[in-house]
């Protein structure tokens, strides 16, 4: 297997991701394991699941990457009334004052940049949802038989309030498993909180400079999907997702009295770049089973179905990553 191009470019990736880091600390304080595991599904060109109470700075975190990337940004803010055609973009007829013609014009949506940040996205209906799952999926929209290519690279960050589902439509398991992450943001610390409480009520403007640009952002994922992986390590997690399905004679006794439906393919696939991702922010030169567990729980955690006995007795698919863990190292 052919080694990654250099030590420079791991080198070129760790220089990167502590400039990002740096300017993401004037913004935001705290939340350390949550902007790594965004950034990790960025260099993955991976989209990710946000869940967490208001206030968490969900949204500021986003916005904030996407300027120091230099990437264009829209925020949707998903709601029951949100179309289809409110988000992918809409025709409208223009006419030619010489000529008098009148012409469909395709006017792009708000889909059409670089980082999305889906607000609330369980609120918007089926039909918007399995709109958003066509760019996410394919990275294309299509209006009247014409299909638009998005631009490059593109990601969707989505939130989700967990603790309000009234008038929410719980998003299908299809599009759940386009997301690489479910990333949970916690509240914050005592002394995170008080230092949050200080510099959002004083005068302080923080002034958030660009580090690297769309191109290069794309040449650090190349780089990243070059470094090599030991056989070793890809047996292992395969191994390990296969335990999650039920059906399988390996699985624990745990995953065949709580699970449904276990992870599919997909999930050995965000592990293992995943794993990759995070030895390159540590710059290292390729990963190992540590880095393959610390991506587990969000890859696995919206991938593990539970059925009616774990809900009734409070079993989360978190417990269930646990305890394959376990035997994972």
């Known amino acids: ?116 940040l889906a607000d609330e996205i369980n609120r918007a209906p089926p039909k918007t949802q399995s709109a958003l799952l066509q760019a996410m999926q394919e990275y294309k929209v299509t209006y009247a038989g014409t299909t638009y290519l998005l631009p490059t690279p593109f990601f969707v960050l989505a939130t989700q309030n967990p603790i309000e589902q009234e008038g929410t439509y719980p998003l299908p398991e299809a599009q759940l498993d386009r997301f690489m992450f479910t990333i949970n943001i916690d509240y914050p610390e005592k002394t995170e909180e008080i230092e949050i409480v200080k510099t959002t009520t004083s005068a302080y403007q923080a002034d958030l400079k660009k580090v690297i640009g769309a191109e290069e952002f794309t040449n650090l994922q190349k780089i990243i999907r070059r470094m090599p992986v030991s056989d070793e390590i890809i047996d292992r997690t395969v191994e390990m997702v296969g335990q999650t399905r039920p059906e399988n004679n390996n699985a624990p006794e745990i995953v065949k009295k709580y699970v449904a439906w276990g992870a599919g393919p997909r999930a050995s696939q965000y592990l293992i770049l995943g794993a990759k991702a995070k030895a390159a922010l540590d710059g290292r030169f390729s990963p190992n089973l540590e880095d393959v567990r610390y991506v587990c729980h969000p890859v696995l955690r919206h991938r593990i179905i539970t059925n009616f006995a774990a809900e009734a007795e409070g079993v989360k698919s978190d417990h269930i990553i646990d305890e394959l863990l376990k035997n994972f190292l």
């Open 1 to 116: 297997m052919a080694q990654v191009s250099g030590i420079e470019s791991i080198r070129e990736i760790n220089k990167s991701v502590e400039k990002i880091y740096n300017e993401i600390a004037k913004v935001i304080i705290g939340q350390g394991p949550v902007i790594e595991q965004v950034l990790i599904s960025l260099f993955c060109n991976g989209h990710s699941l946000i869940i967490g109470v208001p206030g968490l700075a969900k949204t500021m975190l986003v916005n904030t990457i996407a300027q120091i990337v230099d990437l264009t940004f829209n925020r949707i803010q998903f709601t029951p009334d949100l179309m289809p055609s409110d988000i992918t973009g809409t025709e409208v007829i223009e006419e030619d004052r010489t000529t008098g013609k009148r012409n469909f014009r395709f006017v792009k949506g708000p889909l059409f940049a670089n980082v999305i």
